[in-house]
T-cell receptor, first 113, second 112 residues
Framework: AQSVAQPEDQVNVAEGNPLTVKCTYS??????LFWYVQYPNRGLQFLLK??????LVKGSYGFEAEFNKSQTSFHLKKPSALVSDSALYFC???????????FGSGTKLNVKP | DVKVTQSSRYLVKRTGEKVFLECVQD?????MFWYRQDPGLGLRLIYF???????EKGDIPEGYSVSREKKERFSLILESASTNQTSMYLC???????????FGDGTRLSIL
């Protein structure tokens, strides 16, 4: 069975500081890993994905994520947070039969001026 | 760019009503999904479809049904709406497994 865990309900960071949103996964086989962002009353927007290759993947809006196979983690990072990054972030694992995705419970990121 | 369109952004219905939520995608994707989103619970899969007229139950199908008569359209039906179905409903589609799912903007449904 595939699953994803986001251990933090909320992350608070000051503008200009680096941010990390954590994600760990459990899959059988090679994982397809994704990060999404959701702004209030909107759907989920794709940020980045890891399928294979370089462990550090870069995505939209300056975000990046590091795939760590030994720790089964896929943490989302950004070197310098913006107030506009405040949103709800979801980690997901895909690649199952019928292309089903399994989502974490979400982490609310608050970036304070 | 893929577009997934949900017919209503906000909807208010009464207990016992039959409710239809519509979703249309414009990229010829085979697979489509319906989720509900509740605070602290993330996204939970209600139903999905991998082809026209084909459907499979997700994790929380009770009280819901779906219809996929055409490839681009996937409808979620609340057979007899109840207050515990008040939620945000999200539709998504995908081309293949190494691609992201594409989401609509969601329908915020209130059952009174």
């Amino acid at each position: 069975a595939q699953s994803v865990a986001q251990p933090e309900d909320q992350v608070n960071v000051a503008e200009g500081n680096p941010l990390t949103v954590k994600c760990t996964y459990s899959v059988s086989g090679n994982p397809y890993l994704f990060w999404y962002v959701q702004y209030p009353n909107r759907g989920l927007q794709f940020l980045l994905k890891y399928i294979t290759g370089d462990n550090l993947v870069k995505g939209s809006y300056g975000f990046e994520a590091e795939f760590n196979k030994s720790q089964t983690s896929f943490h989302l990072k950004k070197p310098s947070a913006l107030v506009s990054d405040s949103a709800l972030y979801f980690c997901a694992v895909g690649g199952d039969n019928f292309n089903k995705f399994y989502f974490g419970s979400g982490t609310k990121l608050n970036v304070k001026p | 760019d893929v577009k997934v369109t949900q017919s209503s952004r906000y909807l208010v219905k009464r207990t016992g009503e039959k409710v239809f939520l519509e979703c249309v995608q414009d990229m010829d994707h085979e697979n489509m999904f319906w989720y509900r989103q509740d605070p602290g619970l993330g996204l939970r899969l209600i139903y999905f479809s991998y082809d026209v007229k084909m459907k499979e139950k997700g994790d929380i199908p009770e009280g819901y049904s779906v219809s996929r008569e055409k490839k681009e359209r996937f409808s979620l039906i609340l057979e007899s709406a109840s207050t515990n179905q008040t939620s945000m409903y999200l539709c998504a589609s995908i081309l293949q497994g190494d691609q992201p799912q594409h989401f609509g903007d969601g329908t915020r449904l209130s059952i009174l």
